[in-house]
């Protein structure tokens, strides 16, 4: 019973914690690409520019509250702000169901975070932020220091890994086939996951963006010359290694009976 109530708890704080840093996501979505202060000026509504008030921010409830509309100028909210604190609040109870009160909980929640605000840049500007995934991989690289040297040196090859592989694609395609962006995101994915799990983060994403790219051809009127981002794909992948990395890697060895 203690168990379990446990686990509620845990799975309703880190769903409250996970939509109150997608609201903060959402200024880094927005602010970042424009090169922004994320801290100056305060939240405001982009089309009339008035101070939002703090019940003006509260995740999720304000939006539906208010109707999807600003409260001073009645402009239309964009879907995008409570569906980016949804995925945030969903992300980061799915890592706490799956690493309790650890200290990888810490570890992936803030990995969530980073991968989340990277999608969404990607999907709305299409550019991975340096000033995030490169950050970003070195938080993945001083929690693997702290969790000892056999995960160190797994996190550093997976870094080193990742990023050889997407600058090799780079050069070979001459920026076609990956951009920068792509490159320095594997190598946060790399620091954060390890080698294995990097690496079939790496083939999941293929997959799926495989699969993506031929849904947006039949049902979004898709050219096969039109560019699609990458890093949505591989942040996916990412999740889900970080989720069900041991049982992807079971199966796929008992797969081919290795």
């Excluded at 100028?73 to 604190?85: D, L, S």
């Excluded at 109870?93 to 999608?119: D, P």
């Excluded at 390890?194 to 049902?219: D, M, T």
Aim: charged share 10%; proline share 4%.
């Amino acid at each position: 019973m203690i168990l379990l109530r446990n686990g509620i708890f845990l799975s309703f704080f880190s769903l409250i914690l996970g939509l109150i840093i997608g609201s903060f996501i959402n200024v880094l979505v927005y602010r970042v690409p424009k090169g922004e202060s994320i801290v100056y000026p305060t939240s405001h509504c982009p089309e009339c520019k008035h101070p939002l008030k703090w019940y003006d921010l509260i995740p999720l409830l304000s939006y539906i509250m208010l109707r999807g509309k600003c409260r001073y100028c009645g402009h239309k909210i964009p879907v995008r702000y409570p569906v980016i604190e949804l995925v945030a609040g969903l992300a980061f109870m799915g890592v706490a169901l799956k690493y309790g009160w650890s200290f990888n909980l810490l570890k992936y929640v803030i990995f969530s975070g980073l991968l989340i605000t990277v999608s969404f840049i990607d999907i709305f500007d299409g550019v991975v932020p340096d000033i995030v995934v490169i950050p970003g991989a070195a938080i993945g690289l001083i929690f693997a220091i702290i969790q000892g040297k056999t995960i160190f040196l797994d996190s550093l090859y997976g870094l080193l890994v990742m990023g050889g592989f997407f600058v090799l694609i780079i050069l070979l395609t001459r920026g076609k086939g990956m951009g920068q962006g792509d490159a320095t995101l594997g190598i946060m994915i790399g620091a954060f996951l390890g080698l294995k799990f990097s690496i079939a983060a790496l083939f999941i994403s293929v997959i799926i963006g495989g699969i993506g790219g031929v849904i947006a051809i039949l049902f979004m009127r898709k050219k096969r010359s039109d560019t699609m981002p990458f890093g949505p794909f591989l942040a996916i992948a990412a999740y889900i290694m970080l989720l069900y990395g041991f049982e992807f890697l079971s199966f796929y060895l008992s797969f081919f009976n290795f």
